[in-house]
């Protein structure tokens, strides 16, 4: 039987997510009406944006120093480019020119991005679970995290990047896991 997202660990959790994802993209691909298109793109957005919220405010600064630094730091700035382009496909529509062409190349950025985190030995869950991060608790961490940021972003908040110029970077180098003991045991 399948596992319930209860009692999935971090990776699993993370990992039931990217297939979500996967499934609305093919969908939209497959899909020619408009409103249809527009419904499964919204979804993808918000999807993504609560992933990348839970990822970046439990799962990242858990592997902080305990994981290739430059790993941690290209996944956010994957994070980055796709949160300008799903605040662009939230602001649009599937009338526009380019709305079919912003959800393809989203969809695109978003398999490399997975690849990075689940590529096998050398890919970011890999090592996190080689670096002994508790992912029990980090799972519980972001099923917490995951109900609050789903709220916040179905109330219409946009997606934050934190790497770009002009953020405020210092997010991304020095967010703590929340709670404590993340870290390896
Ligand atoms: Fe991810
Ligand atoms: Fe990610």
Redesign the pocket.
């Given at each position: 039987m399948a596992q319930s997202y209860e009692e999935m660990d971090a990776i699993a959790m993370l990992k039931a997510d990217h297939r979500v994802v996967e499934e609305l993209f093919e969908k939209f691909e497959q899909t020619n009406g408009k409103a249809t298109k527009q419904r499964l793109a919204e979804q993808i957005c918000l999807e993504l944006k609560v992933?990348?919220a839970i990822?970046e405010e439990v799962f990242y600064p858990a592997c902080r120093g305990k994981i290739e630094d430059d790993l941690v730091n290209e996944?956010y700035v994957?994070?980055d480019s796709a949160k300008l382009l799903i605040n662009e496909i939230e602001a649009g529509g599937p009338e526009e020119d380019f709305y079919d062409a912003k959800v393809k190349v989203l969809s695109e950025m978003i398999e490399h991005?997975?690849e990075e985190?689940e590529k096998r030995s050398e890919g970011m869950f890999s090592q996190a679970r080689a670096a002994g991060l508790d992912m029990d608790l980090l799972a519980d961490q972001m099923r917490a995290r995951k109900a609050t940021a789903m709220e916040e972003f179905q109330a219409g908040k946009p997606a934050e990047t934190r790497t770009l110029h002009g953020d405020d970077v210092e997010s991304a180098l020095t967010d703590q896991p929340l709670g404590d003991g993340a870290g390896a045991r």
């Open positions: 992933h990348t990822e996944a994957e994070h991005h997975v985190e």
